[in-house]
């Protein structure tokens, strides 16, 4: 597959770096380009993965096809065609999305509105197992296909061969679901997409990156273009030597490549091909931009733009890469542990390299500043830049970097013959869209291992010098205020610092793992073995439990879930503890971050290079739980690992800080929509304003100080029983070993969790209400949403099958009616949530995101819905056709390790979920048309819901 490995990058920082003019270039793109697929190694000297069939018709059609078992008599198919947003004419603007949209409208032989059910039939859900979208240089189409018979497979290709082809694309289908692309326009549209489109047109200014960038298009063109305007794009760019297919999964090669043949061997292009100009790059040196608009996150970018490669992968081509890689990866870890200083005036920063397609190569650095510390913050990393070009990585970054390089591709190799068919997919896919060469994961080792000796320190520095140039820098500054920091201020700060003196970069030494002995080992006591479920439950002296189970699903993948039994139920109601603040501390890395009592966060990575060992928290309702995935080698480290976050976690301070400092962010973020405003408070207001569900406002956030935190996850790890669970690739006996020398060593556990009185019970409200809530997006976006009451999922079983059937039913006819016929959402859709914790309480919930002041529309087409449901039985076909989808996935989830974790880890205590799990297919299977309609007339009901409107704080022009 791809060698490259890819950089983590942070969510909240934008995109861009450099900081000294390029010598004049300019990046002229032919022309008149026509467009086709190439596959990689007709160009390259790298040998392609065997085990990839590539294949191309002679229309010019290619086709990949990669035998993997994993899932099970499933696979994956793809779709591509070589055609986005970047070929669109400029009265043609959106219209490669509209075109996406249109796939699922009527075609040769499937009549408009039957392809859903026609995918239904087949155990195929709109969503989950099948979707497409559109890119600025490409648009996919994609199905999970739950099996793998011939009537599966041949309908799969059917329908790609009708989109390829055959659509209609009638007027009055244009026109239906004109309102539908109109609908997603304004649910997307956002500040941050405001201002990529601002930064493209910035950076981009002479090619059709820069106003082409963004796939939803221009609302006057999607309101306004005639379907021929459709057609005419569908004619140009639908065509065989665009058109890709790719399929992964449990196949014959040799019979699908039989099918693909048979199918789309008649396929012809139906108009001339178009030439594209992508536009020429004009090289313009150091610039700056800035943009404002109300919950913008404050970020700030710099970036320097090189002239498009786009030649194929080559050994030569990947060696740069992988000294590139080395050198981001390097410095961002600099970059992270410099954000976690007391003085750092940063909350996170990063380096990152971008390909975009004819059109340029860009390296750039973006920066979250803390509030109020624009100026600061940027000063802070531009120093960090020009100390990392003037004196280069030093010696131990570049050890552990390549140490930790060689782990990950000793892992990929190690599971390499169970990789999921949907990771093997975006592998492909990326090969296509980046011209690289298909490789293995033994092929990337043995390559890294070939190249390893010239990834030296001197090597590396060299490299440097080579990757921070390019045209630019080109810097900008987004956010809701950037006076402090605008266009002025960001050059004269480069300047300055730029002007500095600096020093050389010391890190800290590295540190052995002290983590080794917890004292003398013990063995269980007792066990019991459940052999219908395949695990098996030891029990130790101290009260620890430890359930094993031994799967074949993914080689040198075992999944870690240590369970703190209490979680939400041991705090009351009432609570003043700072939960859902703890929350995001934990979840976003706080516990982690905080190191350990013997090695800070920066010592813990450097003791622990080159090892997979990772820990995550969860507080749930009824526990706390310490999580990881881990390989077999460094299972018993994980263990050790876990042990020493349980006995001897730090809670030092400095993340706390960070995450603090990037609150006005998260609420900012949280008021720019209607749907970010709705969750908070539909949350606690389901749960009858329980503090334990109540989002507090950012001046109570701010007041929370570090010990309620620290406190309220420190508790929730102590004086708690514990169960650990074990799913994967392990055997009873290195489980044993590794727990008996950790958790089983600890003093006594209590029998039974902490519960607060009346903890275990939530309630949903007693009566209907309505509730209308703002937000600051978009003047004309609004949120319906209606929510009922229902039962727990565990109390009464079939209940809960049938309320899980009636929501299949419910979303199908809400995208019919709602989206397809009447127009008024893009997201219309029904949820089913029930508690598995709290007796009594569930909820459903039907919403769409609809214009502002139609919400009446809306309320009225989903009681027209409901009032059908509970006043005539559903068809034995419609029934069905929710029916198979679930059933479905059902069956696949049992091939799933992460399933596992959950089904085992309540095993023995809750028999009622192992009897839930092994009566589902049997009691989906049981529900008539008759059930689904009492379901809606008992719980569907206007008595009890609670509807929350969420409604623009401006007024739509």
């Known amino acids: 597959m791809t060698l490259r490995g890819r950089t983590p990058w942070l969510a909240l920082v934008l995109a861009a770096v450099a900081f000294a003019p390029s010598a004049a270039r300019t990046d002229k793109a032919p022309v008149g380009t026509f467009l086709k697929t190439e596959w990689a190694a007709e160009h390259s000297d790298i040998t392609p993965d065997p085990a990839v069939h590539f294949g191309r018709l002679p229309n010019g059609m290619a086709y990949v096809i990669y035998k993997n078992a994993t899932p099970q008599g499933t696979a994956a198919i793809h779709l591509r065609i070589g055609a986005g947003a970047l070929m669109e004419d400029d009265n043609q603007r959106g219209l490669a999305h509209f075109l996406e949209h249109m796939a699922f409208n009527g075609s040769k032989n499937i009549p408009m509105d039957e392809l859903i059910p026609l995918m239904q039939r087949h155990g195929l859900k709109l969503g989950p197992d099948a979707g497409a979208f559109t890119a600025y240089n490409k648009t996919e189409y994609t199905f999970a296909l739950p099996k793998t018979d011939d009537e599966t497979v041949d309908t799969a290709l059917m329908i790609f061969r009708e989109i390829a082809g055959n659509l209609l694309l009638a007027p009055e289908a244009v026109e239906r679901e004109r309102a539908v692309v109109l609908g997603e326009e304004r649910l997307r549209d956002s500040p941050m997409l405001h201002t990529t489109r601002n930064l493209f047109a910035a950076e981009f200014p002479d090619q059709r990156l820069g106003t082409h960038y963004l796939a939803i298009g221009l609302p006057e063109v999607i309101k306004s273009a005639p379907p021929q305007r459709l057609a005419d794009f569908y004619h140009a760019f639908y065509r065989p030597e ?3 297919l790719v399929v992964v999964g449990d196949i014959d090669p040799v019979a699908l490549e039989a099918k693909i043949k048979a199918r789309f061997s008649d396929w012809k292009a139906s108009a001339p091909a178009k030439p594209i100009d992508f536009g020429s790059r004009k090289p313009s040196g150091l610039e700056a931009t800035t943009y404002s608009e109300k919950t913008l996150p404050d970020q700030i970018s710099l970036s320097w733009i090189k002239p498009y490669d786009g030649g194929p992968e080559t050994h030569a081509s990947d060696t740069r890469d992988m000294l590139d890689d080395i050198i981001v990866g390097a410095f961002n870890q600099r970059l992270n542990r410099l954000a976690q200083q007391p003085d750092s ?5 990063g380096l990152r390299r971008q390909k975009f397609y004819r ?6 650095l ?19 830049l020009k100390r990392l070009t003037e004196y280069g990585l030093s010696a131990d970054e570049v050890e552990i970097a390549l140490t930790n390089q060689s782990a990950r591709y000793q892992n990929a190799v190690k599971s390499e013959r169970t990789r999921n068919n949907d990771g093997i997919m975006r592998e492909l896919i990326t090969c296509l869209d980046e011209n690289e060469v298909i490789t293995s994961p033994a092929q990337n080792q043995a390559f890294f291992e070939a190249i390893k000796p010239q990834l030296t320190v001197e090597a590396l520095n060299a490299r440097l010098k080579v990757l921070i140039t390019g045209d630019g820098p080109k810097l900008f500054h987004q956010g809701e205020d950037v006076a402090s920091l605008d266009q002025n201020g960001l050059k004269s700060g480069l300047t300055e610092a730029m002007s500095q003196a600096v020093t050389p970069y010391v890190s800290a030494a590295k540190k052995p793992w002290p983590y080794t002995d917890f004292g003398p080992a013990k063995a269980p006591v007792s066990q019991v073995e459940n052999k219908p479920f395949g695990f098996t439950q030891y029990v130790y002296a101290n009260g620890l439990k430890l359930n094993v189970k031994q799967t074949n699903f993914k080689d040198d993948q075992i999944l870690v879930q240590v369970r703190f039994g209490g979680g939400l139920e041991s705090l009351p109601a009432n609570t003043e503890a700072p939960v859902s603040l703890a929350t995001i501390f934990a979840m976003s890395g706080g516990v982690l971050n905080g190191g350990l009592g013997q090695l800070t966060i920066d010592e813990l990575r450097k003791s622990l290079a080159g090892k997979t ?6 507080l749930g309702d009824q526990a706390a739980h310490l999580s990881a995935a881990v390989t077999k080698a460094d299972f018993a480290l994980e263990m050790q690992y876990l042990m020493a976050f349980t006995t001897d976690a730090a809670w030092r301070p400095d993340f706390y800080a960070r995450i603090k400092a990037s609150l006005p962010t998260v609420y900012a973020s949280m008021s720019s929509s209607p749907m970010a405003s709705a969750a908070p408070k539909v949350l606690a207001l389901t749960h009858e304003q329980d503090k334990r569900f109540v989002f507090p406002t950012l001046d109570e956030a701010n007041a929370v100080p570090f010990e309620a935190i620290r406190n309220l996850v420190a508790d929730s790890l102590k004086n708690a029983p514990i169960e650990i669970t074990l799913v994967g690739d392990i055997d009873d006996k290195s489980a044993l070993a590794a727990v008996n020398a950790t958790f089983a060593v600890l003093p006594k556990l209590p029998k039974s969790p902490r519960i607060a009185k009346g903890a275990d019970v939530v309630r949903f409200p007693a009566a209907a209400k309505t509730v209308t809530f703002t937000h600051k997006g978009r003047a004309d976006q609004s949120l319906s949403l209606f929510v009922w009451p229902v039962p727990d999922y565990l109390s009464d079983t079939p209940t809960s099958n049938g309320l899980l059937l009636l929501r299949e039913i419910l979303n199908k006819r809400m995208f019919d009616q709602i989206r397809e016929k009447l127009g008024q959402a893009y997201d219309p859709g029904a949820s089913l949530s029930q508690s598995m914790a709290f007796k009594g309480f569930g909820v459903f919930q039907a919403h769409a995101s609809v214009p502002a002041g ?5 309320e009225a087409a989903l009681g027209a819905i409901i009032a059908d449901l509970q006043t005539n039985p559903v068809s034995a076909d419609e029934l069905d056709r929710a029916r198979k989808p679930v059933l479905e996935h059902f069956d696949n989830s049992q091939k799933d390790n992460n ?5 085992v880890a309540h095993g023995m205590d809750e028999p009622a979920r192992l009897a839930a799990e092994q009566n589902f297919k049997a009691g989906i299977a049981a529900v008539t048309p008759n059930d689904i309609q009492a379901l809606a007339k008992r719980y569907l009901v206007n008595s009890r819901v609670v509807h929350v409107e969420v409604e623009p704080e401006a007024k739509p022009n």
């Open 899 to 903: 399933h596992w974790v959950y089904i």
């Open 345 to 349: 005036n940063f909350i996170g920063a």
């Open 613 to 618: 060992v990772n820990i995550s928290y969860n």
């Open 854 to 858: 139609q919400d009446g529309a809306f």
């Open 242 to 244: 665009l058109a890709t």
């Open 366 to 384: 973006g920066v979250t500043p803390k509030p109020g510390k624009d100026k600061e913050a940027y000063a802070q990393v531009l120093l960090a």
């Open 359 to 364: 059109s340029a190569d860009t390296i750039s």
